[in-house]
C-alpha cells in the first residue's frame, strides 16, 4: 500500500520535488479515501483540519445562494489539492465540496501540513505558485462576470479553462473537459437555457464542435472572433 501512495504522490504537483524518501515519510502520514460521485467530502463551514489531494477523480467547489441556485467556485482533478488555505489562516470555509465523480482521495492532517512546509522548501514554494495561479484565476472569474453579455462570459470561462486542459490542434483548441451546459451555467452565472441557446448557435456556425469523448473543439476562426458574439 505504501508503494502505491509513492506512485500516486510522486505525480502531485506539491510534492514533485521529493526525493524517494521524503516520499516514504509523507506516505506515511496520508491517508486514503474513496468518495462516491455527488458525495460530500467538506461541508460550507466546516472547520477544516486537513489538506485533501486528489489521487484520481474530480471535485467541485460551490456555493448556495439564498435562492437555492448552486454557483461553481472552482473545479479541481486529478492530482490537484484543495484545503490548504483553510489550514493557514484557521478560518472555515464559504464553500462546499463535493465530488462530481467517483474519487480518491488523500488526506493530510493538519499538523503533518505544517512539518512538510516548514521542512521542504522546495514544497513551500511550490505552494506559493499554486496560490498565485488561483489567485490570478479569481481575478479573471472576477472580469468575467463582468461581462453582460452571456456569449462573452461562456468564451472567456472556455479560455480560462484551457490554460490547464487545453490543445492545440491544426483545428483549433480542444477543451478536453466534460461540460454539461448546466455546469457551464453555474460557472458563469447565466441560466441553462441562455447556455444552450448560445451553443446551439455556436455549433451551427462551425465554431463550436462537441467530439465524441465530450471534449469541446474551438475554432480557430471562432478563437479569432471579437467577444462580442
Not at 1 to 25: A, Y
Request: with cysteine; aromatic share 8%.
Amino acid at each position: 500500500m505504501e508503494n502505491v501512495k509513492i506512485d500516486f504522490l510522486r505525480n502531485i504537483q506539491l510534492f514533485s520535488s521529493l526525493t524517494d524518501e521524503e516520499l516514504f515519510h509523507v506516505s506515511s502520514k496520508v491517508n486514503l479515501k474513496e468518495f462516491k460521485k455527488n458525495e460530500v467530502i467538506l461541508y460550507e463551514q466546516d472547520t477544516n483540519e486537513f489538506m485533501y489531494i486528489i489521487l484520481f477523480g474530480q471535485v467541485k467547489v460551490i456555493q448556495t445562494t439564498q435562492e437555492g441556485k448552486e454557483i461553481i467556485l472552482s473545479t479541481h482533478k486529478s492530482n490537484e489539492s484543495f484545503g490548504e488555505v483553510s489550514l493557514i489562516d484557521g478560518k472555515t470555509s464559504p464553500a462546499t465540496v463535493l465530488a462530481t465523480e467517483d474519487s480518491l482521495i488523500a488526506i493530510i492532517e493538519k499538523t503533518d501540513f505544517y512539518f512538510l512546509l516548514l521542512n521542504h522548501r522546495k514544497v513551500l514554494e511550490t505552494l506559493l505558485g499554486i496560490f498565485c495561479s488561483r489567485l490570478r484565476e479569481s481575478w479573471q472569474k472576477i472580469h468575467m462576470l463582468n461581462f453582460k453579455n452571456a456569449s462573452q462570459r461562456i468564451k472567456m470561462l472556455f479560455l480560462m479553462l484551457s490554460h490547464d486542459n487545453g490543445t492545440r490542434t491544426s483545428k483549433g483548441l480542444i477543451l478536453n473537459m466534460k461540460l454539461t451546459h448546466q455546469s457551464i451555467a453555474d460557472m458563469t452565472g447565466l441560466t441553462r437555457e441562455t447556455v444552450t441557446r448560445i451553443i446551439d448557435k455556436w455549433q451551427g456556425n462551425g465554431d463550436v464542435e462537441i467530439l465524441k469523448n465530450k471534449s469541446i473543439l474551438l475554432s480557430n476562426d471562432f478563437l479569432e472572433k471579437d467577444s462580442n458574439v
